[in-house]
């Protein structure tokens, strides 16, 4: 007896939908995954935004568990407020596993370090916001606030979707997460290569969400009310307020994302002069660690010399070193110079171009003196930043070729010694004041340490200093406050870091200082020993300092593993030969030793806990560091398993698409109809608004035969019964069913499955683009709807 | 009365005295089961029917067989000219033997009232029947008499001779719920009418089906017919946009709407519903609306008909959808 008492419960609180979190009544799979490709497809354009894909993995891994954990919370028969929590719990772990492992307890635990490095990394984050241009390395900061958006987004847009069933909302809302990195980076790609994907995805939710579903779409929409004279409002209104609402919110956003209103990184314009604008540093790096092992250049010379494209003077508030744009004036021939020389190396060489696609910086030594050649003419020198560049619309084209004269500055170690350096231009020596205080303490114990007075003794302390450094370009990336810190940490970096810091450094010593941008002289050919084959990896960034009355001075702070680096020493300031050279050595082996070789201070590395910051530091940087660098494994795998369990799910879930029993009676009988329907349109019977359901499926029944027929007329009642009568019984829903089977089997019968699916596919669409264009939802049906599944 | 109310006549019964009546009558009428039905939906949502077609169609016969079938009371009035108002209504007189006055009813006191070519008789005539059909009551001397119930009138009209008439203004065909044609039969039923109308009256051998208290309550169960709010707001869409239709210059009036709504019932009721669909007004919508909409005279001169009119209307009106279509 208490057996069958309890079994009505247990079966009531089975299958309980309760009114206020509306759910999905099917097609569930169809949903998810277009929900999962949604949210996919806006983060794509983030690439924009970031510099190379190390940024993807930690994205897409958290857009997958945030949304995997709000979607099983939900199976799970959570309510919204136990899901939020689920999701911030996952949050939490995700974010402690990618940026502060080392914080945790047990490896997996959060405690009150990972907290404080929270708080830290968070902070950092904002400031690089503001700092960094765009396109950005993603470091640890940027891309602990990038994870925690898209965990939220994905939170979000799951509940839209699922709970509140309101795709358009979802979809306005992942449109939002797509449209920032675009609003944000200069146009660098077709829209549509970032806009297909999403619109994809876009239309593959509204289309799962066709049928009986499509209604809900407006509940929360100023389409489903009618104003006050009772006429409802058109799509337009709505349509315009979403879009309205959708640009407000990318444009705020935007103004918080990195790089938003700074100058592109590229842009070629005016006539007469050049005027460029670059961030060849970055370009340094993605030459560093590009793929194309090619020579790009071949360069004849008297002896192996560097070949710089530009000189970078400002460093900015964006903590990028960079400069005020390039101005060409005609070359005629010869190369004015700013400043005057000392004694100088004369050097002739001959380039010719291999493959350089669209520059417009011409490789040139510095002091270039002379030019001659076929494209000679074209030639455009800016003498701020001693840059060789081309007539404005010229670009540098494989089998270019071009002679050059150029004096090196060569002064002796006395003259270097006794000269000062130029102090009268404020912009050589200005900085921002957000470098960080360890860069200038730093810079002043090396010098302090080596007892080095003059500038040029300055220099060369920092040079060396740096050079034994650990050389990977595999760094934590980027060049600005926090990037540096973490170099001068952990002491590992790249040339642009090298030669950034140093260059900041010197600058921080009262030292003219610019960064110069280009090409170490590449390898030797064996045939010729005075030709040389210059590669992307030779891409490189060193230092220059302003002596008066000698020029610009270039020192190398790079301990680059290839060798391929003229190291200035007291004794001689323009070698004529690389390290490896020196070395005579295989130029791949490892560089340290050839510098060492080369006469550094032995002492320095051993003065290293006179310089080292604080452990505790080196190990929060570090963290972040490498928590950019690369995302557990586990979050991969976690990944992958999800989306498996939910390709499994759209498998299972598909076998009992069509089976509605247990929903409201009202609910299975429009079901059943809206299925006559799509086959109806489908075949081209597109019902009208003023037609009743009767006229209708009695219209898309015609020519069919007296049981499509008569189905139809039982459907038709069995609707008309559903929408005016006052109660529904689940025989009616059962009655409705058969004969809208019976109906469709009528209605397809003697086709071929691909013809079917043809037809139920236009059904669809011309179902969803029907209620696009209707884009209303009477009040009475939602609330009708509410009290029949009551 | 009161407690007819609470009984529940299920919509299933309801249809099947429906159905009984409606078989009674097509025995007489042949071929015309449209018209038939009409004037029985017209019959339980109380409202009166105007039946306007050429002589010799059968109008007088569906009025009679209409009213024999259900056993109540049945006057029929021939209008002519020289009708009176208180031929209609009735009149007072001076009863000697009792000494004081007497009402003797007119014409319009029975449960069905046959108007035989209404538009013979004067306006004044006319006005008083039709104040009447309006309110259900007449008021005599300062005296209130109410009519019976069911009370429905069926009036004739023939649109043929002009000579003579005085043809019902158009506020005055509001009065009545419907108008109805009957047209010509087919040529089947016309041939049955040949062999069996030699064969005596045989609205005369009609045998009752129904009694006037039967109808009482089945007009009562119908107005518990439910119409769900959509449905009550496709009659007001409906009505309105006869109103803004270019062709026309009065539109259908709330009373349309009232009576359209309660036919509609009535006809959900004769199918057995105990709901109502769009169906059942798009089904009622020509012969409860057409008469009451005056063209415009250009849309007069074009030949267009309030018929055609209507059926734009439907053709336009969307239907409002409970729950997803």
Redesign the interface.
Request: charged share 35%.
């Given at each position: 007896m208490s057996a069958t008492l309890q079994r009505p419960t247990a079966a009531q609180s089975a299958a309980p939908p309760p009114p206020d979190t509306p759910r999905l009544r099917r097609g569930e799979d169809v949903v998810t995954l277009a929900t999962v490709a949604l949210l996919v497809a806006a983060c794509v354009p983030l690439a924009r935004v970031y510099v190379g894909l190390t940024f993807f993995r930690p994205v897409i891994g958290a857009v997958l568990l945030s949304f995997g954990l709000s979607w099983g919370a939900r199976r799970l028969d959570a309510g919204p407020l136990p899901s939020l929590f689920i999701v911030i719990t996952g949050w939490v772990m995700f974010c402690s596993a990618a940026f502060f492992d080392d914080t945790l307890f047990a490896g997996f635990l959060p405690g009150g370090a990972t907290l404080a490095a929270a708080l830290n990394l968070w902070a950092r984050g904002l400031d690089l916001v503001a700092l960094r241009p765009s396109p950005a390395f993603a470091e640890a900061g940027l891309m602990f606030l990038t994870v925690t958006g898209v965990w939220a987004v994905a939170h979000a847009v799951e509940g839209l979707v699922f709970r509140a069933a309101a795709p358009i909302r979802a979809i306005l809302m992942s449109l939002v997460l797509w449209a920032v990195p675009l609003a944000v980076a200069p146009p660098s790609t077709r829209a549509w290569v970032w806009a297909v994907p999403l619109l994809a995805a876009a239309s593959m939710l509204m289309l799962s969400f066709a049928?009986?579903?499509?209604?809900r779409w407006g509940v929360w929409s100023p389409a489903a009310r009618r104003d006050h004279r009772g006429v409802e409002r058109s799509l337009f209104p709505t349509g315009a307020v979403h879009a309205l609402v959708a640009i407000g919110a990318g444009v705020l956003l935007a103004g918080m994302l990195p790089g938003f209103g700074d100058k592109p990184w590229y842009e070629v314009r005016g006539t007469g002069g050049t005027t460029l604008t670059t961030n060849p540093i970055v370009d340094v790096r993605a030459r560093l660690v590009a793929r194309d092992t090619g020579p790009i250049m071949r360069v004849v010379a008297d002896r192996p010399v560097y070949l710089r494209t530009t000189g970078l003077d400002v460093y900015s508030d964006g903590e990028e070193w960079t400069n005020d744009g390039i101005r060409g004036a005609p070359v005629n021939g010869t190369f004015p110079h700013e400043v005057s020389l000392g004694p100088v190396n004369h050097v002739r060489l001959q380039v010719e171009v291999r493959d350089l696609p669209q520059a417009v910086l011409v490789p040139a030594p510095y002091q270039a003196l002379t030019v001659d050649g076929p494209i000679a003419d074209a030639f455009q020198y800016d003498r701020r930043n001693s840059t060789v560049t081309l007539d404005s619309g010229a670009t540098l084209n494989g089998g270019d070729t071009y002679d050059l004269e150029a004096g090196i500055p060569s002064p002796t170690q006395e003259q270097l010694e006794a000269a000062d350096v130029v102090r009268t231009n404020p912009q050589l020596l200005q900085l921002p004041e957000n470098v960080p205080d360890e860069v200038h303490e730093l810079a002043r114990t090396i010098v302090g340490s080596a007892d080095a007075t003059t500038p040029f003794e300055q220099a060369l302390a920092v040079q060396r200093e740096l050079r034994g450094w650990e050389y990977s370009v595999e760094p934590p990336q980027g060049h600005g406050g926090q990037a540096m810190l973490s170099f001068i940490d952990n002491r590992v970096g790249y040339c642009e870091q090298f030669a950034g810091t140093m260059a900041v450094m010197l600058r921080s010593l009262g030292l003219p200082s610019r960064v110069a941008v280009g090409y170490t002289p590449g390898e030797p050919v064996g045939d010729d020993s005075n030709a040389y084959v210059i590669t992307n990896a030779n891409a490189h960034a060193w230092v220059e300092v302003l002596f008066d009355g000698l020029g610009w001075i270039s020192f190398e702070p790079t301990p680059r593993s290839d060798g391929n680096v003229l190291v200035p020493s007291a004794t001689n300031i323009a070698p004529s030969r690389t390290v490896a050279e020196l070395d005579g050595r295989d130029p791949s082996a490892e560089g340290q030793e050839g510098f060492e070789a080369a006469g550094p201070d032995p002492d320095l590395r051993n003065r290293e806990d006179a310089n080292a910051p604080p452990t505790e530091a080196a190990a929060e940087g570090g963290a972040g560091g490498a928590g950019s660098q690369g995302t557990p494994r586990w979050i991969t795998g976690a990944a992958l398993l999800f989306v498996a369990a939910l390709l499994a799910a759209a498998v299972v879930g598909s076998r009992g698409h069509h089976e509605m029993p247990g929903r409201p009676p009202?609910?299975r009988v429009?079901h059943a109809?809206?299925e006559v329907?799509q086959i109806g349109r489908g075949s081209g019977v597109t019902?009208?608004?003023?037609?009743?359901?009767?006229?209708y499926l009695g219209r898309v029944a015609h020519r069919h035969g007296p049981a499509a027929v008569a189905a139809a007329q039982e459907l038709a009642q069995q609707v008309?019964?559903?929408?005016?009568?006052?109660s529904l019984s689940v025989e009616s829903a059962v009655a409705a069913e058969a004969a809208a089977g019976t109906l469709q089997r009528e209605l397809l019968g003697g086709r071929n499955r691909l013809q079917r699916m043809l037809i139920r596919l236009r059904g669809r669409w011309s179902a969803a683009a029907a209620h696009i264009r209707a884009g209303v939802d009477?009040p009475?049906?939602s609330s009708?709807?509410r009290a029949?599944s009551r | 009365m009161a407690t007819r109310r609470r009984d529940h006549v299920p919509a299933e019964q309801l249809a099947e005295h429906f159905r009984r009546i409606e078989a009674n009558i097509a025995t007489v009428v042949e071929g015309k089961p449209e018209v038939i039905r009409l004037a029985l939906i017209a019959l339980l949502a109380e409202g009166h029917v105007l039946v306007e077609d050429v002589p010799g169609v059968g109008k007088t016969l569906l009025a009679k067989a209409v009213a024999k079938s259900i056993a109540c009371s049945v006057r029929r009035v021939q209008f002519t000219p020289d009708l009176l108002p208180s031929d209609i209504t009735g009149v007072s007189v001076y009863n000697q033997e009792h000494g004081d006055f007497e009402f003797k009813p007119g014409a319009i006191f029975a449960n069905i009232v046959l108007g035989d070519e209404i538009n013979r008789a004067g306006p004044k005539t006319q006005s008083a029947m039709l104040e009447a059909m309006e309110e259900r009551t007449v008021t005599v001397d300062g005296t209130t008499y109410e009519l019976g119930v069911p009370f429905m009138v069926i009036a004739t009209q023939n649109p043929v001779e002009l000579e003579g008439t005085y043809p019902l203004p158009e506020a005055q065909r509001d009065r009545f719920m419907m108008r109805v044609g009957i047209g010509y039969p087919s040529v089947a039923a016309e041939l049955e009418v040949l062999d069996v109308h030699g064969q005596g009256d045989r609205v005369a051998s009609l045998e009752p089906v129904a009694d006037a208290q039967q109808i009482a309550g089945l007009i009562e169960a119908a107005k518990e017919i439910?119409?769900?709010?959509?449905?009550k707001?496709y009659v007001v869409d409906l009505v309105r946009a006869s109103r803004d239709h270019a062709a026309v210059d009065l539109g259908a009036s709330p009373r349309a709407s009232l009576a359209l709504l309660r036919a509609a019932r009535a006809l959900a009721a004769c199918e057995g519903?105990?709901?109502?669909?769009?169906?059942d007004v798009?089904q009622l919508a020509q012969p409860i609306l057409a008469h009451r909409l005056i063209l415009s005279p250009e849309a007069q001169m074009a030949d267009r008909t309030a018929a055609e009119v209507i059926d734009e209307l439907?053709?336009?009106?969307?239907?409002?959808?409970?729950?997803?279509?």
């Open positions: 049928g009986s579903d499509l209604r009202l609910e429009l109809r809206s329907e019902p009208a608004v003023w037609e009743t359901d009767v006229e008309g019964r559903a929408r005016y009568a006052r009477q009475w049906s009708r709807r029949a | 439910h119409a769900a709010e959509p449905l707001r519903r105990d709901y109502v669909v769009p169906d798009k439907l053709a336009s009106v969307p239907i409002p959808t409970a729950g997803a279509r």
